[in-house]
């Protein structure tokens, strides 16, 4: 039964991915078909809340299915797109492949392979989760509806009242677990397992359209041993889900802008969406976005792009709010919505955030490795403004974020404890954004020419 609804989650997905873009590689569909029919399941979900249908397994895999036939009719009368993305599919020509790529995929399956079953095997166990997000699942589940249920309406949860409770954080994860659990699942963490291994194949899939195979392969499996973000990873927490959508919603903008495909424009905005779906600071990389694309409306003198890409990125987290306040479900307002100056704030966020990006710990090499690369490529970014673009989306994402940590006003908790966690794990959505500017980068594609021609000296001489 759970594979069968995993199964219909992952056709609503893959009728998403085919119908915005014909310019997907297949292992870039098949990472994507989870991703986007995850986040439209939920959408879904929460629909049915909202008109009122009590949400069970019958109800919930009937209107999804219903849902699939729409998609499915809709593709075939676009059917001559559907044979130009097989044709694109099968015209794909495989790498030569060499010991060194065997050698690391090896390791990308292996790590993939214990990541997978540590977190199916392993039970929910970390506090968000318990009194949060697996809780609030398990409960939508029992109760068959977000809207009314018992942890939001009793006052004997007092988690889930006030500035930050459980009840106002943006539902995607919250939902695909309580549909997991409407079908009887005993633990809700096989989502995270598909989260994950959806997020190999699209970032290996992006990565490989802007370099080399091989230093495609080392770069994700550099992105997958990150200490503190291959540990969350395993959990049934918010942190590694949104890095995902983040990264790679900024990741396909990248590859529209770059490499000139438009459907991924709006493959961006599709994951953007969940982005914030996910969880609603999302919205600096949202903003990020909508900076680099205004800047490229004014030069191109063409705004409807830009209007249309911000309404689709922002609509998830005006329908959440939306949905909240009708049903009295919204929480103390904790943002300062006007400009001040606090010196004290600014001094904890510079203080803590340093030593975060010194922790190999938490971060491995990655923001050591970084600013190394970032001065070997700073002749390419002057001269042939060498994935310009990719370092202001992660600069901007980064500022953004910042200046909306230093705009709350910390009435649950102190900002000290907030950096140490909450900023330590949004970072996450830095991680493969860095790495992908690495691999991509004119001095590492140089570097790894320069390393491949020593080792396969007889292979480059044929060429």
Not at 249 to 256: A, K, Q, R
Request: hydrophobic letters at 55%; glycine letters at 6%.
């Amino acid at each position: 039964m759970i594979l069968s609804a995993l199964l219909v989650t992952v056709l609503l997905g893959a009728c998403i991915t085919l119908s915005i873009s014909q310019r997907l590689k297949l292992i870039e569909v098949l990472g994507l078909a989870f991703l986007l029919g995850m986040g439209l399941q939920t959408f879904l979900m929460v629909c049915l809340d909202w008109a009122g249908v009590r949400l069970t397994a019958t109800s919930v895999l009937t209107f999804s299915l219903l849902v699939v036939a729409g998609l499915v009719v809709y593709l075939y009368g676009r059917r001559a797109q559907l044979k130009e993305w097989w044709t694109y599919v099968r015209t794909f020509t495989w790498p030569e492949i060499d010991w060194l790529w065997v050698l690391v995929m090896l390791a990308i399956i292996a790590v993939a392979t214990a990541n997978v079953i540590k977190t199916i095997y392993y039970p929910t166990f970390d506090t968000d989760s318990i009194r949060g997000f697996n809780l609030i699942g398990l409960a939508v589940a029992h109760d068959g509806t977000f809207k009314g249920c018992g942890l939001f309406t009793d006052s004997s949860y007092p988690e889930m009242h006030g500035a930050a409770s459980y009840m106002t954080y943006a539902p995607l994860l919250q939902f695909s677990y309580a549909y997991v659990y409407l079908l009887g699942a005993a633990t809700s963490k096989t989502v995270s397992a598909l989260f994950f291994l959806s997020f190999i194949a699209v970032f290996y899939g992006l990565l490989s359209r802007f370099t080399t195979h091989t230093l495609a392969a080392i770069a994700t499996l550099m992105t997958l041993l990150t200490p503190e973000m291959l540990g969350f990873s395993s959990m049934s927490g918010t942190n590694f889900v949104h890095a995902v959508y983040a990264s790679l919603g900024i990741l396909c903008f990248v590859t529209w802008y770059y490499r000139k495909v438009p459907s991924l424009l709006w493959m961006s905005a599709a994951l953007l969406m969940l982005n914030n779906w996910t969880r609603t600071e999302g919205i600096a990389f949202i903003g990020a976005a909508c900076s680099v694309l205004l800047w490229h409306s004014l030069r191109t003198e063409q705004y409807k792009k830009l209007l249309l890409f911000a309404g689709l990125c922002l609509f998830p987290i005006v329908f959440w709010n939306v949905f909240l306040k009708i049903h009295h479900l919204e929480a103390t307002q904790a943002l300062i919505l006007k400009p001040h100056w606090d010196s004290g704030k600014i001094t904890v966020i510079a203080t803590e955030m340093w030593t975060l990006f010194k922790s190999i710990t938490f971060y491995g090499l990655t923001f050591i490795a970084f600013p190394i690369v970032l001065l070997l490529n700073v002749r390419a970014i002057f001269k042939k403004r060498d994935h310009l673009v990719t370092l202001l989306l992660i600069v901007l994402s980064w500022a953004f974020y910042t200046i909306l940590i230093y705009q709350v006003d910390y009435v649950w908790d102190t900002l000290e404890r907030v950096m140490k966690y909450s900023y330590k794990r949004f970072l996450f959505s830095f991680v493969p954004l860095l790495w992908f500017y690495m691999a991509a980068g004119h001095s590492m594609s140089w570097l790894f020419g320069k390393i491949n021609n020593i080792l396969f000296p007889k292979k480059n001489k044929r060429k």
